[in-house]
């Protein structure tokens, strides 16, 4: 047998940290491990992982651990903390009634909240796709012919929207929407996106209360960064409006912020709009074609649709949004292009682009060139 050396003063400090280590290990997959991270980081549990509101669809597959989920959770941009999930839920007693099935959540909400709603099985979520450039009674009809609202709700979502009606919504939520003019509808404000609901029995409430929280998160904050900056002297309102005529008119992405810009100028120069979506929104459904919007225009309408909508008729903006306008659309009126423009005609050859003109006899060259006017 080798004689036995005692330890010394380094040797001695190793063992201890190598203890330590193997301790903190053990702790770490324990009970009382999970109950001191827990208890040490219990203010970020009512944190969320950012503002962001947009809905997310999570899914947890039948005996996926805590831990897993924590991580999933993690990777998804929805907690920020995957250890104190899993520390959550498991000294709450939690982590045996986390339920497999599809979830929809969101950055904006808090690791308690992630944690909670994972409790409480959820039925099948479905896409909702609202285009930019639709009116709302376009989005209504699209939610009750997919099947994705009832009769019911899709006419009641029309209803709501039509009338600007906030009495069956969290109005505190929406604070902008108190600047509307009086008696102004959702129209605009209803922002356009992917949204998932319940596969069964979606209310209206649910789709208008996931547009305007997308709202609130997307452009509220760009509108008041570009106030700040004095890039813009339109209200949020004004902007809206724009943009919905710009997103009507524009076809090629790249040209938004030049035909933004014409009309900017035209405004500040007080020349009538002389906007073409306008007139069809004034116009309303066709019967006769089953569209919201009715192409052609001839000359005569332009002329005789009396509505303040018609920018043919009268100067300045209309009262509000004719659609609901995309990202793109609102930033190209907050940042449009500088020029001198004041006219642009579609060219003809199915490629959805424009040429624009200074002058008004520059315009009608263009149009006789591009169209035989």
């Known amino acids: 047998?080798?004689?036995?050396?005692?330890?010394?003063?380094?040797?001695?400090?190793?063992?201890?940290?190598?203890?330590?280590?193997?301790?903190?290990?053990?702790?770490?997959?324990?009970?009382?491990?999970?109950?001191?991270?827990?208890?040490?980081?219990?203010?970020?549990?009512?944190?969320?992982?950012?503002?962001?509101?947009?809905?997310?669809?999570?899914?947890?597959?039948?005996?996926?651990?805590?831990r897993t989920i924590g991580q999933n959770l993690e990777q998804a941009g929805l907690i920020r903390d995957a250890t104190l999930f899993e520390a959550f839920v498991r000294v709450n007693g939690l982590d045996g009634r986390l339920a497999a099935g599809t979830y929809t959540l969101a950055p904006s909400m808090t690791l308690r909240e992630v944690a909670e709603t994972m409790t409480r099985p959820?039925?099948?979520?479905?896409?909702?796709?609202?285009?930019e450039g639709w009116r709302l009674e376009q989005a209504a009809d699209y939610l009750g012919r997919r099947g994705l609202?009832?009769?019911?709700?899709?006419?009641?979502?029309?209803?709501?929207?039509?009338?600007?009606?906030?009495?069956?919504?969290?109005?505190?939520?929406?604070?902008?929407?108190?600047?509307?003019?009086?008696?102004?509808s959702l129209e605009g404000y209803l922002f356009p996106d992917t949204y998932l609901v319940p596969a069964e029995g979606a209310t209206a409430i649910d789709v208008l209360v996931r547009q305007l929280d997308t709202f609130a998160a997307r452009i509220v904050p760009l509108y008041q960064e570009a106030r700040a900056a004095e890039s813009t002297q339109l209200t949020l309102h004004e902007v809206l409006t724009l943009a919905s005529i710009v997103e009507r008119e524009a076809v090629v992405p790249d040209e938004r912020p030049a035909i933004a810009g014409v009309y900017l100028n035209r405004l500040r120069q007080g020349i009538k709009l002389d906007a073409d979506?306008?007139?069809?929104?004034?116009?309303?459904?066709?019967?006769?074609?089953?569209?919201?919007?009715?192409?052609?225009?001839?000359?005569?309408?332009?002329?005789?649709?009396?509505?303040?909508?018609?920018?043919?008729?009268?100067?300045?903006?209309?009262?509000?949004?004719i659609a609901a306008?995309?990202?793109?659309?609102?930033?190209a009126?907050?940042?449009?292009?500088?020029?001198?423009?004041?006219?642009f005609v579609a060219v003809p050859d199915g490629s959805g682009r424009h040429v624009f003109a200074t002058t008004f006899e520059e315009h009608q060259e263009n149009v006789r060139a591009y169209l035989g006017g």
């Open 333 to 343: 009126v907050l940042a449009p292009a500088s020029h001198d423009y004041l006219y």
């Open 1 to 66: 047998m080798k004689p036995q050396h005692p330890l010394n003063g380094r040797s001695l400090i190793a063992s201890l940290l190598l203890a330590a280590l193997v301790l903190i290990s053990a702790c770490s997959r324990s009970g009382p491990g999970l109950d001191i991270y827990l208890r040490t980081n219990e203010a970020a549990l009512d944190q969320p992982a950012s503002v962001d509101d947009r809905p997310v669809r999570f899914v947890v597959e039948p005996g996926t651990p805590a």
């Open 122 to 131: 959820q039925a099948a979520a479905v896409s909702v796709t609202i285009r």
């Open 277 to 321: 979506p306008t007139v069809q929104y004034a116009m309303g459904y066709q019967p006769q074609s089953d569209q919201w919007w009715k192409t052609p225009v001839s000359l005569e309408e332009y002329s005789s649709v009396d509505s303040p909508y018609n920018t043919y008729l009268y100067t300045g903006l209309p009262p509000g949004p």
């Open 149 to 184: 609202l009832g009769a019911e709700e899709a006419e009641r979502y029309r209803t709501i929207a039509a009338a600007g009606d906030l009495s069956e919504l969290d109005a505190s939520r929406y604070p902008f929407l108190q600047a509307r003019p009086a008696g102004a």
């Open 325 to 331: 306008p995309g990202l793109s659309s609102i930033q």
